[in-house]
Nanobody, 117 residues
């Protein structure tokens, strides 16, 4: 059973930065596609950024150029560096680990990010 633990959320002013971390335990980190999603109040959960087991990345249009996803295989951790934050980035951010070949799909508990002056 995979466990995902997010950290790094908090309150930040518009234009500020945060780095989210997601620690992975319980299986082989390198075989999973990792991603970050977010859910704002009253809205559906949306994909923010994804990184494959090979290191390829993709981003939602709303965060391109501001957010960077990365993974550290030595630490079994995936990161989301968020720069130039906007109030509309306010949401609960969730980490996801997925491997469709073994039908595995896991979520973390979420971490709150609030962008406000």
């Amino acid at each position: 059973q995979v466990q995902l633990v997010e950290s790094g959320g908090g309150l930040v002013q518009p234009g500020g930065s945060l780095r989210l971390s997601c620690g992975f335990a319980g299986n082989i980190f390198s075989i999973y596609v990792m991603s970050w999603h977010r859910q704002a109040p009253g809205k559906q959960r949306e994909l923010v950024a994804i990184i494959t087991d090979g290191g390829n990345t993709n981003y939602a249009d709303s965060v391109k150029g501001r957010f960077t996803i990365s993974r550290d295989h030595a630490k079994n951790t995936v990161y989301l560096q968020m720069n130039s934050l906007k109030p509309e980035d306010t949401a609960v951010y969730y980490c996801n680990a997925k491997n469709i070949r073994i039908m595995a799909d896991y979520w973390g508990q979420g971490t709150q990010v609030t962008v406000s002056s």
